[in-house]
């Protein structure tokens, strides 16, 4: 299982005069779940579509399962959410995901059981004989991830898994990416960190276009040797050079100013006692916090790492 | 040839189908195209064509349209027939460019074909799409045909055994006549995103051609001739004398259009960002 499905060779792609993306090199290894991170404008969307096919590199090579996005040997074997992507307005949604079932190879009767099985997935199989038209937002989305789940893909893409869903229903299809996870290799474009953070083994960050960080999830959140605190108000210095003082204290971080944000990272070895001296401390300087994590957060391990180099 | 999977393109093709009949674009086109011929055919129901085979009408076509076009339709035919026919052929630029405006322009502008590419190739698709354009419009043209036929029957003197015998050429020339015109909106629904626009572009491409070709004409008439080739009614001449022999001349004149602008557009659709 460690086979890699995704390579990438010094990938770039203008529009115009504009390079979205550039000179990014990656391996991405079978059966691992990857996030794709990074702000409005990194190149998200663009190395997705670079990846799926919908768009035609620049500069530079990709290959996915061994061949280039658009090769024949791909169909069916991989599947996509795209993001932006929109359902046809005059055919009701279940009949849409049987035909896009009859293209994956299934017959017409098969058809109609694997819509039933994926809207089932989402639950939206009540809302089969809807058209699209009659469907919110959300639940276009969840007939776009539908979709995806058709087949057994080696390979899903998924662009904004969540975005515009309630969390119920973001949890729900939490569950559902998790089950598949063992099954196929997943790569999740988000901003939505927290999911990132809950599915992904991995995180591809890019900033500018350009791949900025690819670590381990579990070593961006470093989860037995921080405290990550959500304050009333912004921390000053004179609160980080407190915290320094403390001997088993090893970093202080602050958040930039709004994010009211303090992780404070510390000896392994130290554990509980740690935790217990940093709060008497933040307790001693008279600092209230609404929030306390163990651990940093993704969301804080990659705004930092956005951050270095600015 | 793995990128050509037959069995893909015949769903894809029964699944355009099924779109444009649903579809507020495929009917309108069935609409637009039933209200005209229904008034037309009304109007040739009364036995208006007649007239046309008598030997005054014959002069005075030969005036208005190639005097051998107009013997080869209105001499010893079914008037009724023949005139359908030929308003039949001179429509065709005007329902073939909108019906076939849509093959692929809508769902490049709606990011629909991101559903389809994980599942179909390209060719598959921009294939499929070309022949679902055919079959809409040539069944509307066979079911029109047959109208006009037992319209014919019922109202020419020249009677059934006539109709009949016309009847095949007259469904195949214009079945065929509408490829060409077909093959030219493939080109122009994978440059535009969106069907309006699609057919904006083919009507501009039609007409622009066939001013030129009239202003050049005036001076040069053999560069124009050269130009008008281009346009995919090259064939109407062709057709429009209703015989098999000028029928097949026409009808091996009809892969090259299709190849040519069915190419260009392929090779633009196979290398776009969709």
């Not at chain 2, 893909?8 to 699944?15: E, P, S």
């Not at chain 2, 495929?26 to 040739?44: A, E, M, R």
């Amino acid at each position: 299982m460690t086979e890699n499905i995704i390579e990438t060779n010094k990938l770039a792609k203008s529009f115009g005069d504009q390079w979205a993306l550039y000179g990014v090199d990656l391996n991405l290894k079978q059966g691992v779940t990857s996030g794709l991170v990074g702000p409005n404008g990194a190149g998200k969307t663009t190395l997705f579509s670079l990846f799926c096919g919908f768009l035609k590199p620049t500069k530079g090579s990709i290959k996915i399962l061994g061949h280039a996005p658009d090769h024949p040997e791909l169909r069916g074997r991989i599947s996509i959410l795209p993001q932006d992507a929109i359902l046809l307005k005059a055919i009701p949604v279940g009949k849409q995901l049987s035909m896009l079932a009859e293209l994956q190879g299934f017959n017409r009767k098969q058809s109609i059981e694997e819509m039933k099985r994926v809207l089932t997935l989402v639950n939206l199989y009540s809302s089969r004989n809807k058209n699209a038209e009659q469907l919110s937002h959300g639940m276009l989305k969840r007939i776009a991830i539908a979709q995806a789940f058709i087949g057994s893909p080696e390979l899903i893409l998924l662009d904004e898994p969540t975005a515009g869903l309630d969390p119920s229903t973001t949890d729900s299809i939490k569950s559902v990416i998790r089950s598949l996870a063992g099954k196929s290799t997943i790569v999740i474009s988000s901003h939505n960190l927290e999911v990132i953070e809950d599915l992904c083994q991995q995180v591809i960050i890019l900033k500018k276009g350009r791949l900025h960080a690819y670590d381990k999830v579990a070593d961006l959140t470093a989860r037995t040797k921080a405290l990550t605190f959500r304050l009333e108000q912004d921390p000053d210095t004179h609160l980080k050079e407190v915290l320094s003082s403390l001997s088993m204290v090893t970093d202080v971080k602050l958040g930039k100013k709004g994010q009211h944000r303090l992780v404070v990272h510390f000896k392994d070895e130290a554990g509980q006692m740690a935790e217990i001296e940093i709060l008497k401390c933040l307790a001693e300087s008279k600092i209230p916090y609404r929030e306390m994590i163990r651990g940093e957060r993704l969301q804080e391990s990659v705004t930092d790492r956005l951050d270095e180099g600015d | 040839m793995k990128s050509l999977r037959l069995g893909v393109v015949n769903t894809l093709v029964r699944q355009d189908i099924y779109y444009s009949l649903k579809s507020a674009r495929g009917l309108l086109f069935l609409v637009f195209f039933g209200v005209f011929w229904f008034w037309v055919l009304w109007k040739l129901s009364s036995g208006n064509a007649q007239y046309l085979a008598s030997p005054e009408a014959s002069m005075v076509l030969s005036f208005l349209i190639d005097p051998k076009i107009a013997q080869a339709l209105f001499v010893n035919r079914a008037p009724t027939l023949s005139a359908f026919f030929y308003l039949a052929m001179s429509t065709v630029p005007m329902f073939v460019l909108f019906a076939a405006s849509d093959q692929t322009a809508n769902d490049i502008g709606s990011k629909y074909l991101r559903f389809l590419t994980p599942r179909c190739n390209r060719i598959e698709i921009y294939l499929a799409r070309f022949i679902g354009a055919i079959i809409l419009v040539a069944m509307a043209y066979v079911v029109i045909c047959l109208f006009a036929a037992l319209i014919s029957m019922s109202v020419d003197k020249e009677g059934i055994t006539a109709v009949l015998a016309d009847l095949p050429l007259v469904v195949l020339s214009l079945v065929l006549y509408t490829i060409p015109f077909v093959a030219l909106m493939s080109l122009c629904s994978v440059i535009v995103g969106s069907a309006g626009l699609s057919a904006l572009m083919g009507i501009s491409i039609y007409v622009i051609l066939l001013t030129l070709i009239s202003v050049i004409g005036i001076k040069m008439g053999n560069v124009a001739e050269i130009i008008s080739f281009a346009l995919p009614n090259a064939t109407k001449g062709l057709f429009l004398q209703l015989n098999w022999a000028s029928a097949i001349s026409a009808m091996m004149t009809i892969p090259l259009y299709v190849a040519a602008y069915g190419y260009l557009g392929w090779m633009i659709f196979s290398k776009r960002d969709i």
